[in-house]
């Protein structure tokens, strides 16, 4: 079955530095990867997305994703973060393998300091 | 765009009482499934369904039953309801077209069971 980790529970970055958010999986075949992002009392909006292809994807308001096999990880990226980035950030995975659910970390919440 | 319409968005419920939680997708998705969001836990698949006339159980879909009678509809039925399903239930929908399909969220509903 497909897992997602995320280890981190928090993630403070001050505002106008590089954000990162870990996230390493587990799947049979080839993974789908995903990220979503959640502010306070909405549902999960879609950031990026990895199939195929080049390992550095772009998303949405500027965040992008590095996938890497060997590492089995997908760490989400933005250069200069905002204090309008502070929201809950969800990885999710779905394997080539088996069945095709959508699995999902716990979440990392980000919190960006002015 | 509606995109995915979940009702209500606040409820209370009684320990014993039954409930349908309404989610309606108007993109004409195949896939469809149900999450609840506990603190710490991420996202949980409750049910899922590949499309009309079809569902199947996700990691924890004890006490709670769905159908698919429609390509739009896929309702959540909580058939006693419990303390330990309190929680934020989001609907969400993907279009058919492989495993790379992202999903679509609701905007959940809060559920609180006394």
């Known amino acids: 079955a497909q897992s997602v980790a995320q280890p981190e529970d928090q993630v403070n970055v001050a505002e106008g530095n590089p954000l990162t958010v870990k996230c390493t999986y587990s799947?049979?075949?080839?993974?789908?990867l995903f990220w979503y992002v959640q502010y306070p009392n909405r549902g999960l909006q879609f950031l990026l997305k990895?199939?195929?292809?080049?390992?550095l994807v772009k998303g949405s308001y500027g965040f992008e994703a590095e996938f890497n096999k060997s590492q089995t990880s997908f760490h989400l990226k933005k250069p200069s973060a905002l204090v309008s980035d502070s929201a809950l950030y969800f990885c999710?995975?779905?394997?080539?393998?088996?069945?095709?659910?959508?699995?999902f970390g716990k979440g990392n919440q980000v919190v960006v300091i002015p | 765009n509606a995109g995915v319409t979940q009702t209500p968005k606040f409820q209370v419920l009684k320990t014993g009482q039954s409930m349908t939680l309404q989610c309606a997708q108007d993109?004409?998705?195949?896939?469809m499934s149900w999450y609840r969001q506990d603190p710490g836990m991420g996202l949980r698949l409750i049910h899922y369904?590949?499309?009309?006339?079809?569902?199947d159980q996700g990691e924890v879909p004890n006490g709670y039953n769905v159908s698919r009678s429609t390509t739009e509809d896929f309702p959540l039925r909580l058939l006693s309801a419990a303390p330990s399903q309190t929680s934020v239930y989001f609907c969400?929908?993907?279009?058919?077209?492989?495993?790379?399909?992202?999903?679509?969220f609701g905007q959940g509903t809060r559920l609180t069971v006394v």
């Open positions: 969400a929908s993907s279009s058919g077209q492989g495993l790379g399909a992202e999903a679509f």
């Open positions: 999710a995975v779905r394997g080539s393998f088996g069945n095709n659910r959508l699995a």
């Open positions: 993109m004409n998705h195949e896939y």
């Open positions: 369904s590949v499309g009309a006339g079809i569902t």
């Open positions: 799947v049979s075949g080839n993974p789908y």
């Open positions: 990895y199939i195929t292809g080049d390992n």
